[in-house]
């Protein structure tokens, strides 16, 4: 601290109608917008942190992260002015500003932060003709419930003023501690710069059997891994966790570099974008393969010669090997939660080994309120997302490392687990169509209309060929969740059609992106009869016809 103090100025602002946080995802939009539209992230940061008591405010210790994307220093560097002027005591943010987002959620709950900034838009695209997000974790960790959400997005609307310190200046690629003498502040505002590995890798070392792993990574029969960073920010994890630690060879992971831009490609693990990784595992060195999104809590994982494991299996499978993970072995395992459009497959495990199963709506902060109450020890989605009560955040990598262990522990591959697994459950065929770019009124009246057909009761009863396979309609609803723990009724989830056979089909409107809307098709057929596990989830696009059709109320 040095020289005059920094002043701490009130700058005049006029509201957005549009800065509604998505859910636990936060607002997300294009980057332009957030870049170009005068004081458009300083209402919004503004707007988030005076949603925090005044009192809890002043004083504390917030937690400050990006995924290293287009505009995250000059965002950072504003969010960091910001929390000065409004009270805020100490910042941890990562070197760089770099932290994935389950670490941000692993340093709140290490130091019991009152919250945390993640500036990300997850697997959405970077560059100035990308996207940009700002998401707020809560003090357990865990994603905004859609009451602090609501709150935010109030005092947004009505916002006539924000308060910042331009003059203040951090060095981010400096570890240690920086202080700053602020007016009218009797303590000073402290920043503290972290490397953004370290305390979650202690984490993940009292979770697993590092040794077994290491094991399995290293010496002549060891297994061959390919892991793809996509340029995000799980670079710096993956190179000291899977490569320092555990004894990877370097030239295991690729794209390790955070690019603002992600390299010109699409940061979302799956066989659409990481076409890389596919490749490579198709030639068949690698029995292993991972990818992450931009944050690091989304991952892929492939088999030899590109055997691709779906996030239902994926997680159905961790949750039937649970054993082979010391962590879980000390805790035990108290129950599961899914979103609902995930399939079922999570549900079959879970009656074999008698422990409940919570069918949530889509979006983390609902797995939170169950954990933090005791009552699930292992959740996942459909969108490449799997965690546990270790956070409050899905977690890629911890992800990864449950496979490692359970290959570790089984002595098989990836393709032989997820065999096993389909001979002793049967095989939960799943595919996920997305209709996007829809103007909001339109899916308005699409999903209304759906509605009226599906809940109607002559809809009960009906048969649908597919095939050689009928279905029969057993049920149908407009799925609403009651949260066991507090009571919280969150209606209008998504429209479920469930079978006799227990095969569904769900539609369900998602809005993350805040601009335009996108509805998405859930398909699930049950097969248990293991002559039928080595079909295609999905026939090849010649053989199908898509009418695109104008829709009018």
Known sequence: MEG???????????????????????LRRPTGLFEGQRNYLPNFIQSVLSSID????????????????????????????????NGIGRLIIGQNGILSTPAVSCIIRKIKAAGGIILTASHCPGGPGGEFGV??????????????SDKIYQISKTIEEYAICPDLRIDL?????????????????RVEIVDPVDIYLN??????????????????????????????????YVRKVLCDELGAPANSAINCVPLEDFGGQHPDPNLTYATTLLEAMKGGEYGFGAAFDADGDRYMILGQNGFFVSPSDSLAIIAANLSCIPYFRQMGVRGFGRSMPTSTALDRVAKSMKVPVYETPAGWRFFSNLMDSGRCSLCGEESFGTGSDHLREKDGLWAVLVWLS??????????????????????????????????????????????????????????????????????TDSFEYVDPVDGTVTKKQGLRIIFSDASRLIFRLSSSSGVRATIRLYAESYERDPSGHDQEPQVPKQDCTLSTVSYRS
């Open 406 to 475: 359970i290959i570790a522990a089984r002595k098989q591959s990836v393709e032989e687990i997820v065999r096993d697994h389909w001979a002793k459950f049967g095989r939960h065929y799943y595919c996920r169509f997305d209709y996007e770019g829809l103007e909001p009124k339109t899916t308005y009246y699409i999903m209304r209309d759906l509605e009226a057909l599906v809940t109607d009761k002559s809809f009960i009863g009906q048969q649908f060929a597919v095939g050689s396979h009928v279905y029969s309609v057993a049920k």
């Open 203 to 236: 984490l993940l070392r009292t979770i697993f059997d590092f040794n077994a792993i290491k094991s399995l990574l290293t010496g002549p029969g060891q297994l061959k891994i390919r892991v793809d960073a996509m340029h995000g920010v799980m670079g710096p």
């Open 54 to 85: 005044l009192r809890d405010r002043q004083g504390c210790t917030m937690v400050v992260g990006s995924d290293g994307r287009y505009f995250s220093r000059t965002a950072t560097e504003i969010v960091v002015q910001m929390a000065a002027a």
């Open 173 to 189: 690629s400096r570890l240690g501690r920086q202080e700053f003498d602020l007016e009218n502040k009797f303590k000073p505002f």
């Open 135 to 148: 998401k707020f974790n809560v003090a357990n960790g865990g994603p905004a419930p859609d009451v602090v």
């Open 4 to 26: 005059s103090p920094i002043p701490v100025l009130t700058v005049p602002t006029a509201p957005y109608e549009d800065q509604r946080p998505a859910g636990g995802g936060g």
